[in-house]
């Protein structure tokens, strides 16, 4: 009987290690195409992410922009100013709360990022059109288990800290 190394990866496909790895090495692969894509339009990763979220959600205030494209709010503010000097986005005192600044798209913005969002969702199709509608419900429901376990993990603390079971 072979012994096997409790260090060495199970490569059964029903192991969580194993699952892992393949989803980092479809995500990473998917994303190298994809972002391939965005690099043509001259905006980069942080500007498409911000006009996206304003393209399909709507004028957001700043502070829920960077959570929602996983910017911390240094980073927003300069991102933000940086779409307004280029006319891509305008930024308003709330009418309900003046230390709220809303975000919204200037009709330059939309001109430029409506167009780059269909091309890219038509590549995101691209890269999923292998998987059937039903693959697809189960991979969404399935991440977003994996994710909602995740969080409740890390609200727990920090996992170097968290004795094993």
């Not at 709010?73 to 940086?82: E, F, H, N, Q």
């Not at 308003?92 to 009709?107: H, I, N, P, Q, Y």
Request: hydrophobic residues 40%; contains cysteine.
């Amino acid at each position: 009987m072979r012994r096997q190394n409790s260090l060495v990866m199970d490569k059964d496909p029903r192991d969580p290690v194993h699952c892992w790895l393949v989803l980092g090495k479809a995500f990473h692969a998917a994303a190298k195409y994809l972002y391939a894509g965005l690099e043509e339009t001259g905006i980069d990763d942080t500007d498409f992410r911000i006009l996206e979220a304003l393209l399909n959600k709507g004028p957001l205030p700043v502070n829920t922009i960077g959570p929602k494209v996983h910017l911390t709010p240094g980073s927003i503010s300069t991102a933000v100013d940086r779409l307004v000097e280029r006319g891509l986005v305008s930024r308003v005192e709330s009418l309900v709360d003046r230390r709220v600044r809303v975000v919204s798209l200037t009709a330059k913005g939309k001109e430029l990022i409506a167009p780059i969002f269909r091309k890219h969702a038509a590549e995101i199709k691209n890269v999923f059109a292998d998987a059937s509608l039903k693959d697809l419900r189960s991979l969404e429901a399935t991440l977003k288990k994996i994710g909602r376990r995740a969080e409740s993990l890390s609200s727990r603390g920090d996992p170097s800290t968290l004795r094993r079971r």
